[in-house]
């Protein structure tokens, strides 16, 4: 079974690990977040994530390898991915679905991540179930 959903994430804390202490980006920065995840309007669940800085390059360019669980009330799902971030902000964010809990213990798919603003991001979770 398919089904196809979107959520917001509302990030409400967040903490930048500047493991270097440069003050700019360098291999294995950590921003390590939290916050609510928002369905039609309504908060239906909550999510955290854990980005490392995995690969940089010159102009502004990184990496990001995230790892994310979002708890809804049907279960948690785990996903997992890694993205290019250029000067010009992220490119395309495709999370891997790698399991779940619940009635998600047979989860499969995929999510999109389609940042809106500093602290809120469209997620549309494609599972497969
Ligand atoms: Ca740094």
């Given at each position: 079974m398919e089904e196809v959903f979107e959520l917001v994430s509302s990030v409400t804390q967040s903490s930048f690990i500047d493991v270097d202490e440069s003050a700019a980006t360098s291999l294995g920065d950590e921003q390590v977040s939290s916050g609510d995840l928002i369905r039609d309007g309504v908060t239906v669940g909550d999510f955290g994530s854990i980005c490392t800085v995995t690969r940089t390059a010159p102009g502004d360019e990184y990496d990001l390898q995230c790892a994310v669980t979002l708890h809804l009330p049907e279960g948690r799902i785990t996903a997992e991915g890694r993205f290019t971030v250029t000067s010009v902000g992220p490119g395309p964010i495709t999370f891997a679905i790698t399991g779940g809990t619940?009635?998600?213990?047979?989860a499969q798919g995929f999510i999109t991540a389609d940042p809106v603003n500093e602290s809120e991001t469209n997620l549309t979770v494609n599972l497969i179930l």
């Amino acid at each position: 079974m398919e089904e196809v959903f979107e959520l917001v994430s509302s990030v409400t804390q967040s903490s930048f690990i500047d493991v270097d202490e440069s003050a700019a980006t360098s291999l294995g920065d950590e921003q390590v977040s939290s916050g609510d995840l928002i369905r039609d309007g309504v908060t239906v669940g909550d999510f955290g994530s854990i980005c490392t800085v995995t690969r940089t390059a010159p102009g502004d360019e990184y990496d990001l390898q995230c790892a994310v669980t979002l708890h809804l009330p049907e279960g948690r799902i785990t996903a997992e991915g890694r993205f290019t971030v250029t000067s010009v902000g992220p490119g395309p964010i495709t999370f891997a679905i790698t399991g779940g809990t619940a009635d998600y213990r047979t989860a499969q798919g995929f999510i999109t991540a389609d940042p809106v603003n500093e602290s809120e991001t469209n997620l549309t979770v494609n599972l497969i179930l």
